[in-house]
């Protein structure tokens, strides 16, 4: 017999028009993911795509849109799609992210430019994009299934025409038995089966993919049903009504999607390319890393880059919400979408369209959603026995009676009718996507950044934050403030320190080579330059052996004396961080720097205290300076930690309540990845926005509480809306059963729970997580 010949699984991704909420996709998912050779299956609400794995062998890519196409949905292949082995495995997240720790300690060279994307298709906006899968079959009014632009108004979509064409058969039905009374009842017969059948194939739709239990299958049951027993009136609004909270239920999440496209239309469609000495203008969406563009007064940034030509103010708000303009010149890093504001810069391209920040800040804000919360997991799984057990409960309603009690027939159907409508769970399942697509989209605004529901879950239990010192509650921008030489002079004291911190991007590194500079003092950089995590750097110079770090790792390689002792103790008291010059194994003498607080960082200490979280800092730095730099901003503090240190502070404190860490997301990975949840600070950097749970964008130390009040917002938010689902059902079960509601009330309410649950999560749209109170 033949082998058969090796097939490798394709990443495809699709664009999927009417998936609108997390019912929507659990419905796609499991019709999908019951076709052979398909794995990995990961759906995105927010940008409304379907990205899977599937062995082409098996089953075709027609095959996928065609399953999809009937369930009610328009599928539109995205480009691009990546190829991948068949023994490719994806990492436990699913994402196919590299999520390897950051633990850089005082390290000299820092290469974060390897961020694996395997398996995601991110097509630069803008890119041509293949014509959209014909409709398989939706032909009636309102339902014929072509693709529409984003943003497109309600009764441009196929759901929003479904419902004028029902309307207008609705109220041709009154007309006609108004003016003809004998053929008003088929009238309203014709408008029922117009506006269910497109819910009926799409109910038959998903039945054979395994999916029974689903709102279009009780509609259509509902439906069919009250046509039988003549309340054919009560069957068309039914129908009416259903279809407009689809509309109603599209609107709400178009409206959460706004603010995340408002974002991508940030980066400006065109660049000015400067190639050969000539300038020519383009779609920035095809711009190459190297090439260099002219970004003149006014104009937006259409890159991630840096300035090689220029010195001007940039407005950064649109990336990181910082309002004021900070000026900047050649060397530094400008971020697409920011503007220019005062004069011609020429930019090197260092990012491609789909990878800069801007587009990461989307990317991130999407894949949250896949990240479901603990909360929206439990309501998956209470749907799937509920939807059942409804229906269970709705044929016991309709038979028990009439057969155990001899009640009428068709008034216990009505109400096993009714009942089946009032009880879908679209409000219950709602609920909780809802609230977390809005929460990331305000935040996403804010410059707050959350992946996913359970990170928001965590973090509205945070008990207790702890920050890292140095470039988290401080500026992270030393200063040498003194220089003591014991023996030689202070210029060979600052000369021997710069030669080993040569290259180093640490803080106190640059704070020192700064000084050097300003003094414009000589120096050599050392051979075999290394660093010791947690202690210092080593080097030679010369021959010499030198080591700069702190004096308690200082003492074990040469003496001190008691001068030098006092004066290093002074140093320290004084706030300041002292870092001890060793040459060949004699103490040459100290430099002090010191790293002010930042300016907000009293004020959020206090905003979280009167939140209820206590605060604590931890720092590699020595007891008295922590004890003066944490005593200033009213919190706790631990000093003197080692990386692993920090580690077993997080889990002791991880033993009595729920602890945020909050750091630079460099230094700090191992905290982060201990605490209950990670925050990074940081405007927009690759490490901040893809190494911990969250990042707060604007560097503020107010975001860690803003980032909390949002977290707290909108789980607050969830459980109203749980309480308004769970209650109004609760309610018309019961007087849908006593035969105190009919049909349309029942749809009504269903549909009405459903746009109050909606509408209630879109206020956190609105909310403003800067604001105390």
Same mark, same amino acid.
């Given at each position: 017999?033949?082998?058969?010949?090796?097939?490798?699984?394709?990443?495809?991704?699709?664009?999927?028009?009417?998936?609108?909420?997390?019912?929507?996709?659990?419905?796609?998912?499991?019709?999908?993911?019951?076709?052979?050779?398909?794995?990995?299956?990961?759906?995105?609400?927010?940008?409304?795509?379907?990205?899977?794995?599937?062995?082409?062998?098996?089953?075709?890519?027609?095959?996928?849109?065609?399953?999809?196409?009937?369930?009610?949905?328009?599928?539109?292949?995205?480009?691009?799609?990546?190829?991948?082995?068949?023994?490719?495995?994806?990492?436990?997240?699913?994402?196919?992210?590299?999520?390897?720790?950051?633990?850089?300690?005082?390290?000299?060279?820092?290469?974060?430019?390897?961020?694996?994307?395997?398996?995601?298709?991110?097509?630069?906006?803008?890119?041509?994009?293949?014509?959209?899968?014909?409709?398989?079959?939706?032909?009636?009014?309102?339902?014929?299934?072509?693709?529409?632009?984003?943003?497109?108004?309600?009764?441009?979509?196929?759901?929003?025409?479904?419902?004028?064409?029902?309307?207008?058969?609705?109220?041709?039905?009154?007309?006609?038995?108004?003016?003809?009374?004998?053929?008003?009842?088929?009238?309203?017969?014709?408008?029922?089966?117009?506006?269910?059948?497109?819910?009926?194939?799409?109910?038959?739709?998903?039945?054979?993919?395994?999916?029974?239990?689903?709102?279009?299958?009780?509609?259509?049951?509902?439906?069919?049903?009250?046509?039988?027993?003549?309340?054919?009136?009560?069957?068309?609004?039914?129908?009416?009504?259903?279809?407009?909270?689809?509309?109603?239920?599209?609107?709400?999440?178009?409206?959460?999607?706004?603010?995340?496209?408002?974002?991508?239309?940030?980066?400006?469609?065109?660049?000015?390319?400067?190639?050969?000495?000539?300038?020519?203008?383009?779609?920035?969406?095809?711009?190459?890393?190297?090439?260099?563009?002219?970004?003149?007064?006014?104009?937006?940034?259409?890159?991630?880059?840096?300035?090689?030509?220029?010195?001007?103010?940039?407005?950064?708000?649109?990336?990181?919400?910082?309002?004021?303009?900070?000026?900047?010149?050649?060397?530094?890093?400008?971020?697409?979408?920011?503007?220019?504001?005062?004069?011609?810069?020429?930019?090197?391209?260092?990012?491609?369209?789909?990878?800069?920040?801007?587009?990461?800040?989307?990317?991130?804000?999407?894949?949250?959603?896949?990240?479901?919360?603990?909360?929206?997991?439990?309501?998956?799984?209470?749907?799937?026995?509920?939807?059942?057990?409804?229906?269970?409960?709705?044929?016991?309603?309709?038979?028990?009676?009439?057969?155990?009690?001899?009640?009428?027939?068709?008034?216990?159907?009505?109400?096993?009718?009714?009942?089946?409508?009032?009880?879908?769970?679209?409000?219950?399942?709602?609920?909780?996507?809802?609230?977390? @697509? *809005?929460?990331?989209?305000? %935040? #996403?605004?804010? !410059?707050?950044?959350?992946?996913?529901?359970?990170?928001? +879950?965590? $973090? &509205?239990?945070?008990?207790?934050?702890?920050?890292?010192?140095?470039?988290?509650?401080?500026?992270?921008?030393?200063?040498?403030?003194?220089?003591?030489?014991?023996?030689?002079?202070?210029?060979?004291?600052?000369?021997?320190?710069?030669?080993?911190?040569?290259?180093?991007?640490?803080?106190?590194?640059?704070?020192?080579?700064?000084?050097?500079?300003?003094?414009?003092?000589?120096?050599?950089?050392?051979?075999?330059?290394?660093?010791?995590?947690?202690?210092?750097?080593?080097?030679?110079?010369?021959?010499?052996?030198?080591?700069?770090?702190?004096?308690?790792?200082?003492?074990?390689?040469?003496?001190?004396?008691?001068?030098?002792?006092?004066?290093?103790?002074?140093?320290?008291?004084?706030?300041?961080?002292? @870092? *001890?010059?060793?040459?060949? %194994? #004699?103490?040459? !003498?100290?430099?002090?720097?010191?790293?002010?607080?930042? +300016?907000? $960082? &009293?004020?959020?200490?206090?905003?979280?205290?009167?939140?209820?979280?206590?605060?604590?800092?931890?720092?590699?730095?020595?007891?008295?300076?922590?004890?003066?730099?944490?005593?200033?901003?009213?919190?706790?503090?631990?000093?003197?930690?080692?990386?692993?240190?920090?580690?077993?502070?997080?889990?002791?404190?991880?033993?009595?309540?729920?602890?945020?860490?909050?750091?630079?997301?460099?230094?700090?990975?191992?905290?982060?990845?201990?605490?209950?949840?990670?925050?990074?600070?940081?405007?927009?950097?690759?490490?901040?926005?893809?190494?911990?749970?969250?990042?707060?964008?604007?560097?503020?130390?107010?975001?860690?509480?803003?980032?909390?009040?949002?977290?707290?917002?909108?789980?607050?938010?969830?459980?109203?809306?749980?309480?308004?689902?769970? %209650?109004?059902?609760?309610?018309?079960?019961?007087?849908?059963?006593?035969?105190?509601?009919?049909?349309?009330?029942?749809?009504?309410?269903?549909?009405?729970?459903?746009?109050?649950?909606?509408?209630?999560?879109?206020?956190?749209?609105?909310?403003?997580?800067?604001?105390?109170?």
């Amino acid at each position: 017999m033949a082998a058969r010949p090796e097939t490798t699984a394709q990443t495809l991704s699709w664009k999927v028009g009417g998936m609108d909420c997390a019912s929507c996709a659990t419905k796609i998912r499991g019709a999908v993911e019951r076709l052979p050779g398909v794995s990995d299956v990961r759906l995105s609400v927010m940008s409304e795509t379907l990205t899977l794995a599937l062995d082409t062998g098996a089953t075709t890519p027609e095959a996928i849109e065609k399953r999809v196409n009937g369930l009610g949905y328009t599928t539109a292949a995205l480009a691009n799609p990546a190829s991948v082995r068949p023994e490719a495995k994806q990492d436990a997240c699913g994402c196919g992210h590299d999520h390897g720790g950051h633990a850089h300690g005082h390290d000299h060279k820092h290469d974060h430019s390897g961020h694996s994307h395997a398996g995601h298709d991110h097509a630069p906006k803008g890119a041509k994009q293949p014509v959209a899968a014909k409709d398989h079959g939706h032909g009636l009014p309102g339902h014929v299934h072509e693709a529409t632009p984003e943003g497109a108004s309600w009764y441009q979509t196929g759901k929003g025409r479904l419902v004028i064409a029902t309307g207008l058969f609705l109220g041709a039905a009154y007309a006609a038995g108004l003016i003809w009374p004998g053929i008003g009842h088929w009238a309203f017969i014709l408008a029922c089966v117009v506006g269910v059948t497109p819910v009926a194939k799409r109910a038959v739709a998903a039945a054979c993919a395994g999916i029974p239990f689903t709102i279009e299958m009780l509609m259509t049951i509902a439906a069919i049903g009250a046509l039988f027993i003549g309340a054919a009136e009560e069957a068309a609004l039914v129908v009416f009504l259903f279809a407009v909270g689809e509309v109603l239920e599209g609107v709400a999440a178009d409206r959460a999607r706004a603010s995340i496209r408002a974002l991508g239309d940030l980066v400006p469609k065109t660049a000015i390319v400067e190639e050969n000495g000539a300038n020519r203008q383009v779609d920035a969406a095809s711009l190459r890393i190297g090439q260099t563009v002219l970004v003149r007064p006014g104009d937006r940034i259409p890159a991630d880059g840096e300035i090689t030509d220029g010195t001007s103010g940039i407005d950064e708000s649109p990336v990181t919400g910082e309002s004021v303009p900070k000026t900047k010149g050649v060397g530094e890093p400008v971020y697409a979408g920011s503007v220019n504001r005062e004069a011609a810069l020429r930019v090197r391209v260092d990012k491609a369209a789909q990878d800069n920040t801007i587009a990461r800040i989307i990317r991130l804000v999407e894949e949250a959603q896949e990240a479901r919360a603990p909360t929206e997991r439990f309501i998956d799984r209470f749907s799937r026995w509920y939807m059942p057990a409804i229906v269970g409960l709705a044929v016991l309603v309709a038979l028990a009676p009439p057969l155990l009690l001899g009640a009428e027939w068709s008034v216990w159907i009505y109400r096993a009718l009714a009942l089946l409508l009032i009880g879908c769970p679209c409000a219950l399942v709602i609920s909780v996507p809802a609230s977390i @697509a *809005a929460a990331l989209s305000a %935040g #996403a605004r804010q !410059g707050l950044l959350m992946k996913g529901g359970v990170v928001i +879950e965590t $973090a &509205a239990k945070t008990g207790l934050v702890a920050f890292d010192k140095t470039g988290t509650l401080t500026q992270g921008r030393p200063r040498v403030t003194d220089i003591v030489a014991l023996s030689g002079s202070e210029a060979e004291v600052l000369a021997f320190a710069a030669a080993v911190e040569h290259g180093s991007a640490h803080p106190l590194a640059e704070a020192v080579l700064e000084r050097t500079r300003s003094e414009s003092i000589a120096y050599k950089p050392a051979a075999e330059a290394a660093a010791i995590a947690g202690q210092g750097v080593t080097g030679k110079l010369d021959g010499r052996a030198v080591f700069v770090g702190a004096p308690r790792h200082a003492e074990s390689r040469a003496p001190f004396d008691k001068r030098a002792r006092v004066t290093a103790e002074e140093l320290e008291a004084a706030g300041k961080t002292v @870092a *001890a010059v060793i040459v060949d %194994g #004699a103490l040459a !003498g100290f430099i002090a720097l010191r790293d002010e607080p930042r +300016e907000d $960082a &009293a004020t959020a200490i206090a905003e979280l205290k009167a939140m209820g979280i206590r605060s604590t800092m931890l720092t590699g730095d020595n007891a008295r300076t922590g004890a003066a730099i944490a005593a200033g901003l009213g919190m706790e503090h631990k000093a003197e930690l080692m990386p692993d240190d920090k580690v077993a502070a997080i889990k002791a404190f991880s033993g009595e309540t729920s602890v945020m860490m909050v750091g630079d997301g460099i230094n700090d990975a191992p905290a982060l990845a201990a605490a209950s949840i990670g925050i990074a600070m940081g405007s927009g950097t690759d490490v901040a926005l893809e190494t911990a749970d969250g990042a707060v964008l604007k560097s503020r130390v107010r975001d860690v509480a803003a980032l909390i009040r949002l977290a707290r917002a909108a789980m607050g938010n969830i459980r109203t809306n749980i309480t308004i689902a769970l %209650g109004l059902k609760a309610v018309f079960l019961v007087t849908s059963v006593l035969g105190y509601t009919g049909l349309w009330v029942a749809i009504l309410a269903d549909t009405g729970a459903t746009v109050i649950v909606t509408a209630n999560a879109l206020r956190l749209l609105r909310f403003d997580a800067g604001k105390v109170g």
